[in-house]
Nanobody
Framework: QVQLVESGGGLVQPGGSLRLSCAAS????????MAWHRQGPGKQSESVAI???????NYVDSVKGRFTISRDNAKNTVYLQMNNLKPEDTAVYYC?????????WGQGTQVTVSS
């Protein structure tokens, strides 16, 4: 059974930082391309960051220079370091794992940026 468990969300003031974690089980993590998506209130879901098996990364323009995605294959975990957070980053953040022929979602973690 595949499980993706996100953690690290919460309430933070503008300009603050959070680090999200997504622990994966039931998949061959080392061959999975991993991504973070988010859905803000009244907004469509968007892909925020992606990291390939080779460590290549890509980001949506709105988070470039502020967010960093990384992975630890030994721990089957992907991270999203979020710095200089803005109110518009408020959303539910979802972890997504892509293996050949399959995709899996986590349950999501809420990030709220507000003073």
């Amino acid at each position: 059974q595949v499980q993706l468990v996100e953690s690290g969300g919460g309430l933070v003031q503008p300009g603050g930082s959070l680090r999200l974690s997504c622990a994966a089980s039931g998949i061959m993590f080392s061959i999975a391309t991993m991504a973070w998506h988010r859905q803000g209130p009244g907004k469509q879901s968007e892909s925020v960051a992606i990291i390939t098996t080779g460590g290549e990364t890509n980001y949506v323009d709105s988070v470039k220079g502020r967010f960093t995605i990384s992975r630890d294959n030994a721990k089957n975990t992907v991270y999203l370091q979020m710095n200089n957070l803005k109110p518009e980053d408020t959303a539910v953040y979802y972890c997504y794992a892509m293996t050949p022929g399959n995709g899996y979602w986590g349950q999501g973690t809420q990030v709220t940026v507000s003073s």
